[in-house]
């Protein structure tokens, strides 16, 4: 493993330990050359991803940019920190799991909005105004009109 702070391939493992869900191996290492202490975690990879994106470009699945678009639409929201991680876990798992080595970026979206639909409403709603390109009000009427028709749904099962 390549030191972040000096380059150098000379690095060693000082700790192993799985992490909670004992899905991900936590690594602390430390650098010969510079002394420098960093953490790396090890997961398991059922294939490589391809994403096809809206241009028909190909790149390979990079599950650092999904994190950081979810980072991004559950900004200042109150969600647990290791509840965003099983998220992008499941997600992920259900891409690899797909049976497919090349995934449309439209299909990551429809996903990554199912799963933040049942964790938050507000980064839903962000999400989608961004994956959908909203540009008029109307558009977010619209969404907020599809969360508050199934909330009374819920309401009324729940009555029953």
Do not use: W
């Given at each position: 493993?390549?030191?972040?702070s000096?380059n150098?391939?000379?690095t060693?493992?000082?700790?192993s330990?799985p992490?909670?869900?004992?899905?991900?191996?936590?690594?602390r290492?430390?650098?010969?050359a510079c002394?420098?202490?960093?953490?790396?975690f090890?997961?398991?990879?059922l294939r490589?991803?391809?994403?096809?994106?809206?241009?028909g470009?190909?790149?390979?699945?990079?599950?650092d940019?999904?994190?950081?678009?979810?980072?991004?639409?559950?900004?200042?929201?109150?969600?647990?920190?290791?509840?965003?991680?099983?998220m992008?876990?499941?997600?992920?798992?259900?891409?690899?799991?797909?049976?497919?080595?090349?995934?449309?970026?439209?299909?990551?979206?429809?996903?990554?909005?199912?799963?933040?639909?049942?964790?938050?409403?507000?980064?839903?709603?962000?999400?989608?105004?961004?994956y959908?390109n909203?540009?008029?009000?109307?558009?977010?009427?619209?969404?907020?009109?599809?969360?508050?028709?199934?909330?009374?749904?819920?309401?009324?099962?729940?009555r029953?």
């Open positions: 493993m390549r030191c972040p000096c150098s391939l000379d060693q493992v000082k700790d330990r992490t909670e869900d004992s899905a991900v191996i936590r690594r290492r430390v650098c010969i002394n420098f202490r960093f953490t790396t090890e997961r398991v990879q490589e991803l391809t994403v096809i994106k809206r241009n470009r190909r790149v390979p699945f990079d599950r940019k999904l994190v950081r678009s979810l980072q991004i639409s559950l900004r200042k929201r109150p969600v647990d920190p290791e509840r965003v991680e099983k992008v876990s499941a997600i992920v798992r259900e891409l690899e799991s797909g049976g497919e080595a090349e995934v449309s970026s439209e299909a990551i979206g429809e996903i990554v909005m199912e799963h933040l639909r049942q964790l938050d409403d507000v980064a839903y709603v962000r999400f989608a105004s961004v959908r909203f540009r008029e009000a109307k558009d977010f009427e619209a969404v907020l009109g599809e969360l508050s028709a199934e909330d009374a749904a819920r309401v009324a099962t729940l029953k």
